[in-house]
């Protein structure tokens, strides 16, 4: 079993940064492939990016202003956001799933946390 735990969302402004990170138990950390995805109010659960043992994945709306990255020795991975906008407020959640095939679908990842706020105000 997997478990996730997000941290980090607040209220910000539109232009600031934020950085999520996501806390993961067991000792198989190293081996999964981890995703960011966000669901906003009335609009269904998107990818964000996902990182495996080295390269990472973006959807088209955060490539250039998001980072993911992992912490092996942490059992962690973080979101950096970077030049957030108002279309960026949503729930982020991290998401796991052994690899090795890199995905964006939900479905495709069998453990999910809670969940975390992200809001920007413009």
């Known amino acids: 079993q997997v478990q996730l735990v997000e941290s980090g969302g607040r209220l910000v402004q539109a232009g600031d940064s934020l950085r999520l990170s996501c806390a993961a138990s067991?000792?198989?950390?190293?081996?999964?492939?981890i995703g960011w995805f966000r669901q906003a109010p009335g609009k269904e659960r998107e990818f964000v990016a996902a990182v495996t043992w080295g390269p990472t994945d973006y959807a088209d709306s955060v490539k250039g202003r998001f980072t993911i990255s992992r912490d092996n020795a942490k059992n962690s991975v973080y979101l950096q956001m970077n030049s957030l906008k108002s279309d960026d407020t949503a729930v982020y959640y991290c998401a796991a799933r052994f690899g090795p095939i890199r995905s964006r679908k939900n479905d495709d990842y069998p453990y999910w946390g809670q969940g975390t706020q992200v809001t920007v105000s413009s």
């Open positions: 067991g000792r198989t950390f190293s081996t999964l492939i």
